[in-house]
C-alpha cells in the first residue's frame, strides 16, 4: 500500500484543485474582503515564494502578530507549505512574554497586523533572531514604524511567484506550527504541531460525529488564529472547500453578530465568554440566526444555562467541546449518542454540559492515585491523552518532564468520567479544593452559579483556612440589571439545595468583573492572590 | 507531537470502551443475531487468542470464505488485532480461481461458512497451505466434511481468551488485509491493505461529504465483506459505534427491504445489480424505507434512471460512488457543490450520474498520449491514483508492473473531468470501442439505453468490422413487462437524438440475461467473445 505523507500544502491544494471558486470572507481595518479560494492559492504560492527569497529556509520559524483574516490563512498555508514552521504569536500576552517567545521560538520573519505594530516596537529592542517584519496592512504606503527592515505584506506577494510549488519531500511528522500556551508560573511553553497531526486532526473535523464541517458549511472561527490554529478550523475548511468567514480585529458580539446573519454563518466556534458577549446583545436585539446549524464552545467550560438559552431560546444546536494548546485541540465533544435522544430535558442538558467523548484517533486515561478511576461518573482523577496531535513536549523546555510521562500527556485537567464514557473536567489539578482533607469542585460550584438567572460570571478559588486549609469563595459579577439587587445570601440559598453542606463557598464577593487570562479564561492565580488573606482568623 | 500509530485493533477498541451496547444485527442461517460491541469485542479477543493456540503468527494470512455476518466481522478485527493478515476469499471465485489464492496467499487458516463448505471440499486437495478449516456454524455439532483437520467456530472461541490484548507494537505500514481482483486474463491478483490505509480510510468514510458515517446510522453493506472490505464499512462503522445490520447467506432483494423495513437501516451500500433488484421488488410492494438517509451505490456505474427513480419516487438520497479493489476502495462520491443545489432537475441528475468528486485524502490525474487532459468533460484519459489507501503492488505478481507506474495507480478506467473536477468514467481502456480512429464510449450508450423505461439492463461491445476496425453492439435485457414488446428499432430510434451518427451501435441484441463477473459486473470479454463474428461481412 502506498505512503503518501499526510502535508498541510495538500489541504489549500484540494481547495483550489476542486473548489476554486468558493470564497474566503475576511474582515480587515478597511473592511470585507472576498477572495477565492483560487485566490488566495495563488497568494500564498507567492508568499512562500517570497519567503524563500527574503531567506527563509526549511525549519525556519515565521512568527505571526495577527487577528483572523485571509493574509493570516495564507500565512497558515505558505509556512509548512515551503517546509518551514508558522510560529503564532498570542497578540494578548505581555510584553515580557511576547518577546520571550519570539526569541525562545527563533523567528525569522514577523508578519504583523497593522495595528498591533506598537506591541511589537515595545519590544522590538528585545527581538534577537527576526530578519524582516512583514506589515500585513491594506494601504499602499507602510505605516510609520521604528521597526526595520519592514516589507509590505501586498509588495512581497507582488514579487512571489503564484506557481511556486509546495515542498513534498517533508516528513509528515516534521513541525508545521508551533504555537505557545500559558503557564501558571513563568514563561509561556512552546507546542510544537507536525503535518501529519494536523492533517489527522482535520479528518477528525470533518466527522459527522465530530464537528462535522462540510463544503455546505459557512464557518467563522472566533477563537483566535494565534490560539492553538483556531482549532484546527481554517485547515480542516479550507481542506473541505468550506466557505470560511474570518472576524478581523477588535470585534464586538454586534459585530459577530452581523457577520452570522449577513454571511449566513452555518458553523462558528469560540470561548464561552465570547458567546456570552453574542448572548448579551442578543437579548437586547433582534437577529436572523436560522443559518447556523452549530455553535461550538470550548477553552474554558460552558455553562449549563448557556447551553440551555442557546438550544431553548435562540433554537440554535450549541455543540460544547474540549481541548487544549497540548492538543491540536480538539479532543471530546459533547454529542447525544443516539439512544439518549429520548431523555428528559434536565438529562440531556446535563450529558450535553459535560465536556463529551473522546473523538475517534484519540486515547484516554483518568487516574488518581490508584491507578485508573471508575467510570461512574464520581471518583476524579487526571486526565492523560495520547494521540497523534496529542504534544509530546514542550519546545526546548525543561517543563516538558512534568506534563509528558510515560508516552502520556498529563493534562491538569480534572475529571470524572460516567457509564457513557462521557468527560466531565470538574477542576484544574491546581484549582481543586481541598477542604479537610476532601477534594471540591471549583468548577461545579461555579456552574451551579452561573445558572442563576442574576449571574454573569462566577469563579470560585480555594483560599486559606486555619482550620480546614483550604476553604471555597466565590467570585461573582451580576449582570447590569441585578446589580446591587442581589445578596450574597440569596446566592447560598440557591446552592444550599444543590450542594453538600461542606462544599458551599464561605463567602460571596461581588466584582465588577473577573480578571482573565490572554485567551479569556478566569485568571484564578490572580483572585487567589487578591483574597488569600480573606479568611484569616475565620474558623 | 506523538506519533501512535494507526492500528486496526484500536477502531474496535473504541466500540467496546465508548458503544458497548449498541448493536451488531447479524442474520445466519439460523436466523437473526444481535450481539453487542462488547460481546462483539470479547468474542473478537477469543478468536484471536484461539488462532495464536492454532498457531497463526504475526504476517500469517487467516483466510475466510464467508458471507456477512457478526462472525466474519470477528475476523476482520481479530486477525489485524493479532498482527496477522486477514484474507477474505471471494467465494463467487471459480475452483482453479478459489485454490490459486489460497495458496498464493499461502492461508495457513481458512474460516468457512457452513453453506459454503462444498465449495472448499470440491478444492481441498489443491490446497497446499492450510492447517487448520474452522466453520463457522451455528450449530452445536460440526457438519460432516472431507475438510481435516476442521474445528468449531464457536468451540475455538471457548478456549479463546476474552481479555487477549490486542498487538500495538506493529508499523502501521503492515499489512492487515488482502483481497484477490479477478484480472480480465490470468489468476486474480492480489492486494494488501495496510492498518494505515484503512485506517485512515475509516476516517474519509466519515467526513460529512463522503458517507457520513455516524453513531446515529444504522448501517447495512449489502456489498460483500469477501469483495474490497465490503467498502470499508465495518471498519468505519465499528469505529464510530455505528448500529451495523449484516445481511447474512444468499439474500434476495426482498429479504434486503425486509431489513431495511424492520431494522431502520439509515444507510446501505451496493452494487446496481443489487439495487436493480431492489427496485423491481418496490414495483410490486410497499415498504417504509423512511428511515433511510442514503443508498451507495459503487462497484460499477449507475444508470441515471436509477438514481432518478430512487430519488423521485421513492425519496431515497442515492449517491453514486467509485472505488475499486486497489483502492480500499474510496475514491469519489457524488454529491452536489452547495452552489449546484439550485440547479434544475435535469443538470442536477447529471451531475450526480458522474462518479463524482474524488475525497479528501487521495490525489488523481486523469491522463492521456498527451499529458493531463482539459478539464472540460470532453477529454478522455485514464485515471491514475495516488494517496495512503490505493495499492502500490501486486502481491508477488509480475503485473504490478503494468498497473503500478512511477507512483501512480493506472486504473484501467478511462475517464473525463469537468469544469468541476467531476469524474465521469466512460469505459474501461480495454472496453473503449475505437471506430474508425475515433473512440466511443460503451458506457454511456448503455446508461442511455438503461433509461428507457423497458430496458433492465444494457451492456455494450465493441466487435470486430472490416471497414471500421470496431463498432458498437449493444446486449439488451427488457423488463419481464416488456419482453418482445419493444423492437430494436424503437430502442436506436429512442438513443438517435442523444448521440452523433457514428455512436449509434450496429445492432441491438436481445437476451435474457447478460454474463457478469463474481462480483456483479457484466463480463463483456464473454459478450465480444460470443459476438466477434456478428457484424462478419457487414460494411
Same mark, same amino acid.
Request: glycine share 8%; aromatic share 8%; with cysteine.
Given at each position: 500500500m502506498m505512503n503518501t505523507p499526510l502535508l498541510i500544502g495538500a489541504l489549500l491544494e484540494r481547495a483550489e484543485q476542486f473548489f476554486p471558486k468558493k470564497e474566503v470572507v475576511s474582515r480587515t481595518l478597511s473592511g470585507i474582503h472576498r477572495l477565492t479560494y483560487r485566490?488566495?492559492?495563488? =497568494?500564498?504560492?507567492?508568499?512562500?515564494?517570497?519567503?524563500?527569497?527574503?531567506?527563509?529556509?526549511?525549519?525556519?520559524?515565521?512568527? +505571526?502578530?495577527?487577528?483572523?483574516?485571509?493574509?493570516?490563512?495564507?500565512?497558515? /498555508?505558505?509556512?509548512?507549505?515551503?517546509?518551514?514552521?508558522?510560529?503564532?504569536?498570542?497578540?494578548?500576552?505581555?510584553? #515580557?512574554?511576547?518577546?520571550?517567545?519570539?526569541?525562545?521560538?527563533?523567528?525569522?520573519v514577523l508578519l504583523i497586523d497593522e495595528d498591533l505594530l506598537p506591541l511589537i516596537e515595545r519590544v522590538k529592542d528585545e527581538l534577537t533572531n527576526v530578519e524582516a517584519f512583514i506589515i500585513m496592512t491594506d494601504q499602499e504606503e507602510l505605516p510609520a514604524t521604528t521597526l526595520s527592515p519592514v516589507f509590505s505584506y501586498e509588495?512581497?506577494?507582488?514579487?512571489?511567484?503564484?506557481?511556486?510549488? /509546495?515542498?513534498?519531500?517533508?516528513?509528515?511528522?516534521?513541525?508545521?506550527?508551533?504555537?505557545?500556551?500559558?503557564? +501558571?508560573?513563568?514563561?509561556?511553553?512552546?507546542?510544537?504541531?507536525?503535518? =501529519?497531526?494536523?492533517?489527522?486532526?482535520?479528518?477528525?473535523?470533518?466527522?459527522?460525529?465530530?464537528?462535522?464541517?462540510?463544503?455546505?458549511?459557512?464557518?467563522?472561527?472566533?477563537?483566535?488564529?494565534?490560539?492553538?490554529?483556531?482549532?484546527?478550523?481554517? /485547515?480542516?475548511?479550507?481542506?473541505?472547500?468550506?466557505t470560511q468567514v474570518m472576524p478581523g480585529p477588535q470585534f464586538t458580539p454586534k459585530l459577530l453578530l452581523d457577520l452570522i446573519e449577513q454571511e449566513k454563518v452555518t458553523f462558528s466556534a469560540g470561548v464561552p465568554t465570547v458567546w456570552l458577549g453574542v448572548l448579551q446583545v442578543l437579548e437586547q436585539q433582534k437577529y436572523d440566526l436560522s443559518s447556523l446549524r452549530a455553535l461550538i464552545c470550548g477553552g474554558s467550560a460552558a455553562p449549563k444555562g448557556m447551553i440551555k438559552t442557546f438550544e431553548k431560546k435562540y433554537n440554535i444546536p450549541f455543540l460544547h467541546a474540549y481541548g487544549m494548546t497540548e492538543t491540536t485541540p480538539m479532543v471530546t465533544v459533547s454529542r447525544l449518542k443516539s439512544y439518549q435522544v429520548d431523555l428528559d430535558e434536565e438529562n440531556?442538558? #446535563?450529558?450535553?454540559?459535560?465536556?463529551?467523548?473522546?473523538?475517534?484517533?484519540? #486515547?484516554?486515561?483518568?487516574?488518581?492515585?490508584?491507578?485508573?478511576?471508575?467510570?461512574?461518573?464520581?471518583?476524579?482523577? #487526571?486526565?492523560?491523552?495520547?494521540?497523534?496531535?496529542i504534544a509530546d513536549e514542550y519546545y526546548k523546555d525543561a517543563r516538558t518532564s512534568e506534563a509528558f510521562i510515560d508516552g502520556w500527556l498529563h493534562t491538569g485537567d480534572v475529571a470524572t468520567i460516567d457509564e457513557e464514557?462521557?468527560?466531565?473536567?470538574?477542576?484544574? +489539578?491546581?484549582?481543586?479544593?481541598?477542604?479537610?482533607?476532601?477534594?471540591?469542585?471549583?468548577?461545579?460550584?461555579?456552574?451551579?452559579?452561573?445558572?442563576?438567572?442574576?449571574?454573569?460570571?462566577?469563579?470560585?478559588?480555594?483560599?486559606?483556612?486555619?482550620?480546614?486549609q483550604e476553604r471555597p469563595?466565590?467570585?461573582?459579577?451580576?449582570?447590569?440589571?441585578?446589580?446591587?439587587?442581589?445578596?450574597?445570601?440569596?446566592?447560598?440559598?440557591?446552592? =444550599?439545595?444543590?450542594?453538600?453542606?461542606?462544599?458551599?463557598?464561605?463567602?460571596?464577593?461581588?466584582?465588577?468583573?473577573?480578571?482573565?487570562?490572554?485567551?479569556?479564561? /478566569?485568571?484564578?492565580?490572580?483572585? =487567589?492572590?487578591?483574597?488569600?488573606?480573606?479568611?484569616?482568623?475565620?474558623?
Open positions: 485566490e488566495i492559492g495563488k =497568494r500564498t504560492r507567492r508568499l512562500a515564494s517570497a519567503l524563500e527569497k527574503l531567506g527563509v529556509q526549511r525549519g525556519d520559524r515565521v512568527g +505571526t502578530f495577527a487577528w483572523n483574516h485571509h493574509r493570516h490563512l495564507e500565512a497558515y /498555508f505558505a509556512a509548512p507549505g515551503m517546509g518551514a514552521v508558522l510560529h503564532t504569536v498570542n497578540i494578548r500576552l505581555s510584553p #515580557e512574554h511576547i518577546s520571550y517567545i519570539v526569541n525562545h521560538a527563533e523567528d525569522k509588495d512581497l506577494l507582488e514579487m512571489g511567484n503564484e506557481n511556486y510549488s /509546495f515542498v513534498t519531500d517533508l516528513d509528515e511528522n516534521d513541525p508545521a506550527i508551533m504555537c505557545y500556551t500559558s503557564a +501558571t508560573t513563568g514563561n509561556p511553553k512552546g507546542v510544537i504541531y507536525s503535518h =501529519r497531526g494536523l492533517v489527522l486532526h482535520s479528518f477528525a473535523l470533518g466527522l459527522s460525529d465530530t464537528m462535522a464541517i462540510s463544503e455546505k458549511d459557512i464557518a467563522m472561527a472566533i477563537v483566535p488564529m494565534f490560539h492553538v490554529n483556531a482549532w484546527g478550523l481554517p /485547515f480542516a475548511a479550507t481542506w473541505f472547500g468550506t440531556i442538558l #446535563e450529558i450535553r454540559s459535560k465536556q463529551g467523548l473522546l473523538v475517534p484517533g484519540v #486515547e484516554m486515561k483518568v487516574i488518581s492515585g490508584e491507578g485508573e478511576v471508575a467510570w461512574d461518573g464520581k471518583e476524579m482523577g #487526571e486526565l492523560c491523552l495520547r494521540g497523534n496531535w464514557g462521557v468527560i466531565k473536567l470538574v477542576d484544574r +489539578t491546581k484549582d481543586l479544593i481541598k477542604s479537610g482533607g476532601e477534594w471540591i469542585s471549583s468548577v461545579d460550584i461555579e456552574n451551579a452559579l452561573m445558572a442563576h438567572e442574576a449571574v454573569f460570571e462566577a469563579s470560585v478559588v480555594a483560599v486559606p483556612h486555619e482550620k480546614w469563595i466565590a467570585c461573582v459579577v451580576l449582570k447590569d440589571t441585578y446589580r446591587a439587587k442581589v445578596t450574597k445570601e440569596e446566592l447560598l440559598e440557591f446552592l =444550599r439545595p444543590q450542594f453538600a453542606k461542606w462544599w458551599l463557598p464561605d463567602d460571596i464577593v461581588f466584582m465588577k468583573e473577573i480578571p482573565k487570562t490572554s485567551v479569556g479564561k /478566569f485568571l484564578k492565580r490572580a483572585l =487567589r492572590d487578591q483574597l488569600q488573606n480573606h479568611l484569616l482568623g475565620k474558623l
